[in-house]
């Protein structure tokens, strides 16, 4: 009896063993299989995103041709405009430039008509004839004064007293500088109580060569 307990103890710890064996064998084999459905999912996924970025470049090629094909167009658009205003502008230009060239001849004729009545005037032609003869009288006595020596006397007088003019006038210049150096004043006292007042003027002289 004891034998067959320890036979029939044996023969169950068997079983139990085969069934975890089965059970560990079945639990592998379902995680392979998780794992295999797993790689298949992901390299979906993969394939689904490589898809969508393949779509979207298709996508933005497409909306990139038909804007060029849509700044083709506007570019023919305001090309065409360009155009247009520019001859529009052309036949402007011509169609002042010849209202200028009409005014210009209007212009010139009555000019010449003007100066024609002028020329053709008997009494201003005669008036002109005296004029030039009382003209060149002038000149011609204007000539014998400036030999007369009492003229030559007065030129002389005049030249030596604007000399003399020149000579003050530098004097008081400096005297002038140096008191408003010394006053920072434009105006000096008169010896009958009065201000004369004066400027100061800064004048360039030739360069010394």
């Known amino acids: 009896m004891i034998k067959?307990?320890?036979k029939?103890?044996?023969l169950v710890t068997w079983i139990t063993l085969e069934c975890d064996c089965f059970t560990l064998s079945q639990k592998g084999s379902m995680a392979n299989k998780k794992q295999s459905i797993d790689k298949l999912e992901s390299a979906e996924k993969l394939t689904s995103g490589e898809d969508l970025a393949l779509a979207a470049l298709s996508q933005q090629s497409a909306a990139s041709t038909m804007a060029g094909i849509s700044d083709d167009e506007d570019e023919?658009?305001?090309s065409d405009k360009?155009?247009?205003t520019l001859t529009h502008l052309q036949n402007i230009i011509e169609r002042n430039a010849n209202e200028l060239l009409r005014i210009s001849s209007e212009l010139r004729e009555l000019?010449?008509?003007l100066k024609?009545?002028?020329e053709n005037d008997a009494e201003l032609t005669e008036a002109q004839d005296q004029a030039e003869v009382i003209i060149q009288a002038v000149k011609q006595?204007?000539?014998q004064l400036q030999n007369n020596p009492q003229i030559t006397s007065l030129k002389v007088k005049i030249g030596d007293l604007n000399?003399?003019?020149k000579e003050v006038e530098e004097t008081i210049s400096n005297h002038l500088v140096n008191y408003f150096a010394l006053t920072n004043s434009k105006s000096f006292d008169t010896s009958d109580g009065d201000q004369w007042e004066f400027d100061i003027k800064a004048k360039v002289k030739p360069r010394k060569k």
Request: with cysteine.
């Open 116 to 118: 024609n009545v002028f």
């Open 8 to 10: 029939t103890a044996c």
């Open 82 to 84: 360009l155009a247009g």
């Open 111 to 113: 000019r010449e008509g």
């Open 141 to 143: 006595r204007r000539t």
């Open 76 to 78: 023919g658009v305001q």
């Open 4 to 6: 067959q307990g320890a």
């Open 163 to 165: 000399e003399q003019k």
